[in-house]
């Protein structure tokens, strides 16, 4: 009886620590300001959204000026943006998840989207952004 035991008590402490483990994304982040060498390509915690946000699945995000001069410390005058940051400001991808807020798109849906530096950009895997950010994407498109 004790090995049958030992076994149960190992499945379920597996089972709980697959469960109490955050969802990482892949993303390109920054930890200080600089050149392109400041550039990391690293595992972050997945974000959730919250009740007024959208997740996105990112398949394309756009690379901009301002996302250089963001990434070598031109706007850090005040220093309250904190790192890690993830740039990029421009998205297309599908709603991977909404808040219970969200009104007009649902899990699935083709957008694009502009992605407020205040929740990391759209350099990774996913992105959060609001219902006001977001436009639907036509098929012609």
Do not use: C, W
């Not at 350099?123 to 977001?134: K, M, P, S, V």
Request: glycine share 10%; net charge negative.
């Amino acid at each position: 009886m004790f090995p049958a035991a030992a076994v149960a008590a190992g499945i379920l402490q597996t089972v709980l620590f697959a469960q109490s483990v955050t969802p990482t994304m892949k993303a390109v982040v920054i930890h200080e300001y600089g050149g392109l060498e400041v550039l990391k390509y690293e595992d972050v915690p997945r974000p959730e959204p919250k009740d007024d946000q959208l997740l996105i699945r990112v398949i394309a995000a756009g690379v901009n000026p301002v996302d250089g001069m963001i990434r070598s410390g031109l706007f850090a005058k005040d220093g309250s943006r904190p790192f890690p940051m993830i740039l990029g400001g421009d998205i297309a991808g599908l709603v991977e998840k909404v808040g219970s807020k969200i009104t007009n798109f649902k899990a699935g849906d083709p957008v694009f989207a502009y992605v407020s530096l205040d929740n990391n950009g759209g350099y990774a895997q996913y992105a959060l952004t609001t219902e006001r950010e977001t436009a639907s994407k036509q098929s012609s498109v």
